[in-house]
Structures are given as C-alpha cells and as structure tokens.
C-alpha cells in the first residue's frame, strides 16, 4: 500500500482485451505510484485507489495513467493499494525470462528477440530456426542450477550519458524515455536495461519449467515456459486430469495412454460398422418406398441419426427425375442437416426457400439442394410448402 494525491482525472473510455465493448470511466494520474504500466513485454499492475478499483495502468511519456470506473477528486489523499498476487506472479515470470534468455545465448548462442507474458504461459523468441529437445532439456537443468545457487538479483539507475549505459543489453529506449536508465543486474549472469518488476533473488523463482518449442516466425522458434508459482498451478491441473482418467479408465496413470488407444480403435470400428448399417437403412428406406404400387411424387424423411451420406443413399435409390425428396437428419430441436433431392427446376426454384424456412444456408447444383439447418422444428412448413408446389405443378394429383 502507499499513500499519494491525485493530480488529475479526465473521462475516458477504455477498450476492453477481449475486444468488447468500450467501459466508460475515468484517466487518473497521481503524484507517484506502486502500479507498474504495461511495457517492455510486462502488462500492467491491478489494484484501488482508495475503494475504486484500477482496471488498466499504461504510461504515457513519465507518467502513470491509471483508468478507473469512478471519478476522484484532484488533490484529494489517497491510498494506494497494489494486487501482490498478481505483481509476484509477473516478477517471477520477468526474472525468469531475463534469467531462460542470458542462459540460452550462453550455452547455445540463441539470442531473444521478443517475448510476451502470457495469462497462463510465456513465450520467448529466439533467433534460430531449431531448438532440439537435448538443448530444451539441457537449458532448463542450468537455469534451475543457477535458481539453488541463490543468486541475487540487483537494480541499478545509471543517467541516460553514462558511459556504462553503453555496456548493457538492450533493445533501445522508447522515443519518449525522460529520466535515468534502469538496468536490472542478475550476477554474474546478465545485465539488461530494463523497466519491469522483478525478484530480489533467483531463489524466489522457485523453479522453472520449459514446456518446448514452437515454429515462430521466418527463421525464429518460440520457446514456452512457466515460472514459480505457474509450476504448481500446472502440476495441480495435470494431477486433477490425471485422477480423473484413473476414475473413468479404471487404471493407473502409467496406462492412460494404451488405453486410450484402445478406446479410439474401438470407437473407429464402431463408427464403421454404424455407416455400414446406415448405408443398408438408406437402401431398405428407398427400396420400401419403390416397391409400393403408387409411388408418390413427394418423399420426406427426417431421422435422428444420419449424415450427407446417408441422404444422398436414399436420393441415389429412389431417383429423383420424377419424384421431389426432402430429407433431414439431426435432433429435431436442434441443428441439423437437409437434402432437397427431384427435378432440376423444382429444385432450383424451391432449394433457397426451404434454406430461408430452416434458418440455414445450402447450396445445390444438378437437381440436389442442401445444407445445415437451424430450425428442424420448421420442417412441417417445407412439407407444405413442397406439396403446394407440387398440387400447382400437377392440379389432378
């Protein structure tokens, strides 16, 4: 926590991550502050000014810009209060990166180019188009070796002429950088110019995992890791799945795999012999149709179980110069698929219509419509409105 004054708010707007809609409120800048604005890779601290909660931080030249749903008052006293939870888990995942980065060009040459702090994982990019699984395996035993070393971390301010500004890494200052120039010092290991949070120790990082690599982009891989806490959170995510499969498989976590491979053979084969069967249906279905006395110009079938295939069997059976077939498959409260199957210009004509009363879209050509369906429900108007076209076409039928 921290106390400070407010030295301005304006009305704003602030456009939401997820891309919604826009949240109207309020620009606040203060005196000084213990939020940290997204930059350099890092996002943004969360927290509240007073009781208001702050719901974006981002810098503007020197200043802090704080977004807030309620106006404060300028020159009021405030206290400022930081989310510790959230501001750790960024610590970690920062030094982590500095620390995966130093090693990663020491031992293999890779040099970072970006990276992003993700919600659930991080990702570094690295300048080579191959990371083997050797050198993955090899880079995450040093850098958790240099995390029992306990080696402190150390931030220092230089003045931006300062000959030793110079001799650090860095990817360049943003044009509108005022003041000193903050590099973050890992001992022995790296020296960065840096403007994130980060831990006091390599200790505090706990541990880290690489989960492996990516294809970036032209001639770059991307690197995924997880730090300190993320680790646990993983690990307890994977255990939960894992007692879960043992539930549901009835065996140990060391047979998940073989038995889940039995199951996708069995379900392959299931599913094989269920279109064969469908496929026999199909030919039953249009034989049984043919075989009466009379057969009807108009044919309609709706079925729960079935695929394009299944109606296109039926279509294919009965033939459809002379007879109009309308066929749907899928439950009838729900989405589903249809077929409208008879003589080219009927369907031409009709096609589009029963697409409208079904709330899908189709398309057809040579005398067969079809498509998804939205409204099996409206199927009982395209019977009608088949027969009405069908009683115009041939008024003694």
């Known amino acids: 926590q921290f106390t400070t004054r407010v030295v301005s708010c304006r009305a704003a707007e602030l456009r939401p991550e997820d891309s919604g809609e826009p949240v109207r409120g309020f620009q606040v800048v203060l ?20 009781d208001v909660p702050v719901l974006r931080v981002t810098r503007r030249g020197p200043e802090a810009v704080h977004f807030v749903p309620a106006a404060l008052e300028p020159g009021a006293e405030v206290l400022l209060s930081l989310d510790w939870e959230r ?14 980065s130093a090693i990663a060009e020491q031992m293999f040459g890779f040099k970072t180019t970006s990276w992003e702090l993700g919600r659930q994982r991080s990702v570094i990019e690295l300048d080579t188009p191959l990371v083997t699984a050797e050198q993955v395996k090899a880079l995450e035993k040093s850098v958790n070796e240099k995390i029992r070393d306990r080696v402190p971390v150390t931030v220092k301010e230089l003045a ?19 003041g000193p120039v903050r590099v973050v010092d890992i ?13 006091s120790n390599l200790s505090d990082l706990q541990v880290i995992k690489l989960l492996g690599v990516e294809k970036g982009k032209k001639n770059k891989t991307n690197l995924i890791f997880l730090v300190g806490n993320r680790v646990l959170k993983s690990i307890e995510q994977s255990h939960s799945t894992e007692k879960a499969l043992t ?36 030919v039953l279905i249009a034989r049984d149709f043919k075989s009466k006395p009379a057969p009807k110009q108009l044919f309609v079938l709706h079925r729960k179980e079935g695929d394009s295939e299944f109606m296109n069997i039926i279509a294919n059976e009965i033939g459809t110069e002379e007879t109009l077939l309308f066929l749907t498959v899928g439950d009838e409260k729900e989405a ?3 077929l409208l199957a008879g003589p080219v210009e009927a369907v031409e004509n009709l096609g589009p219509r029963v697409a409208e009363l079904l709330g899908g879209k189709g398309a057809g050509k040579r005398g067969r419509f079809q498509g998804k369906a939205a409204k099996m429900s409206r199927r009982g108007e395209v019977q009608a409105l088949l027969q009405e076209f069908i009683s115009h076409q041939n008024p003694g039928a």
Do not use: W, Y
């Open 31 to 50: 005196e000084d502050t213990i939020l940290f604005p997204e930059g350099g890779g890092q996002p943004d601290d969360r927290g509240l000014i007073g």
């Open 87 to 100: 501001r750790f888990d960024h610590m970690q995942q920062h030094s982590g990166q500095h620390l995966i």
């Open 160 to 178: 931006a002429d300062d000959p030793e500004v110079e001799t650090v890494k860095s990817r360049g200052l943003p044009d509108d950088h005022v």
């Open 247 to 282: 539930s549901l498989l009835k065996n140990g976590p060391g047979e998940h795999v073989e038995a889940v491979k039995r199951l996708q053979s069995s379900v392959k084969l299931l599913q094989k012999n269920n279109l064969n069967l469908l496929r026999d249906i199909a």
């Open 187 to 199: 001992k022995g290991i790296d020296s960065n110019m840096c403007c994130g949070t980060h831990v």
């Open 336 to 338: 589903g698929l249809f």
